[in-house]
């Protein structure tokens, strides 16, 4: 129900205003639209400019994503716990409209950027409170080719 709910709020051109499609030249940008007060979700419109990647990343939550407008581009990764890193497996295209959706944890890594020459929208659901939406979603990993931070 989520992946309908995600598809029909994406395909409605009333969804996001004008403010909440601006980007920032420094990263992606995220605009919180709406929170339960209970703290069990944040939905969040993320605005990629062209170039702008996420980090590689797994999830502490839930998440599901729909593609707005424009094209993301999302690599896959495979966690290797052994090495303690992540290995890229495949690159897919994201249009508007795809739909995806994550459990919490490491079996679900992956970077979504915007490799494009425009602006690219998308909407988030996490399973986390408004005010957590920054610091409690994503789990940074390390890639095969990247060493470790220090």
């Not at 994550?102 to 950027?113: D, F, K, N, T």
Request: charge should be positive; hydrophobic fraction near 45%.
């Amino acid at each position: 129900s989520m992946r309908i709910a995600l598809a029909d709020a994406a395909a409605n051109p009333d969804l996001l205003t004008a403010a909440q499609r601006e980007g920032s030249v420094e990263k992606y940008r995220r605009h919180l639209l709406a929170a339960d007060p209970h703290g069990r979700y944040a939905i969040a419109a993320l605005v990629w400019l062209p170039q702008q990647a996420s980090p590689v990343h797994a999830h502490h939550t839930w998440c599901g994503y729909a593609v707005v407008d424009g094209t993301l581009s999302e690599t896959v990764f495979e966690w290797n716990g052994a090495q303690h890193c992540a290995s890229a497996t495949r690159t897919q295209a994201r249009k508007p409209g795809a739909v995806s959706f994550v459990r919490g944890g490491r079996g679900g890594i992956h970077q979504l950027g915007n490799r494009s020459e425009a602006a690219a929208v998308s909407l988030h659901i996490y399973g986390v409170a408004g005010a957590q939406i920054a610091t409690h979603v994503n789990d940074i990993v390390r890639t095969a080719n990247v060493p470790a931070l220090a």
